[in-house]
């Protein structure tokens, strides 16, 4: 079993930036692709950025495509989702998750991903 802890999340403007952390403990980190989704209040969970288990692939939503950078530091056991132009629409709970595999894909379906942290808040002002 995998915990996830989210950071990073908070009231922003829009056009502003915001980095937010994973930090990942109790499985070998490096082995699993990682993704971030979000859910706004009355929606469905989100997929919003995937990252392969070594970093070398990554797939965003095309509602935050070069705006919003996934990482990952395996030796941290951390994954990032830098986002940066920030607009009210983007304002939801993020959680990240990893993949219920341990090949060297990219995942986007929340299927996909067997275990998600709590999640963090992120809020965009107009």
């Known amino acids: 079993q995998v915990q996830l802890v989210e950071s990073g999340g908070g009231l922003v403007q829009a056009g502003g930036s915001l980095r937010l952390s994973c930090a990942a403990s109790?499985?070998?980190?490096?082995?699993?692709?990682m993704g971030w989704f979000r859910q706004a209040p009355g929606k469905e969970r989100d997929f919003v950025a995937a990252?392969?288990?070594?970093?070398?692939?990554?797939y965003y939503a095309d509602s935050v495509k070069g705006r919003f950078t996934i990482s990952r530091d395996n030796a941290k056991n951390t994954v990032y989702l830098q986002m940066n132009s920030l607009k009210p629409e983007d304002t939801a709970v993020y959680y990240c998750?990893?993949?219920?595999?341990?090949?060297?894909?990219?995942?986007?379906?929340?299927?996909?991903?067997?275990?998600w942290g709590q999640g963090t808040q992120v809020t965009v002002s107009s």
């Open positions: 998750a990893t993949s219920r595999y341990s090949g060297s894909y990219v995942y986007t379906s929340p299927a996909d991903f067997g275990s």
């Open positions: 990252i392969t288990r070594g970093g070398g692939s990554v």
């Open positions: 109790g499985r070998t980190f490096s082995s699993y692709a």
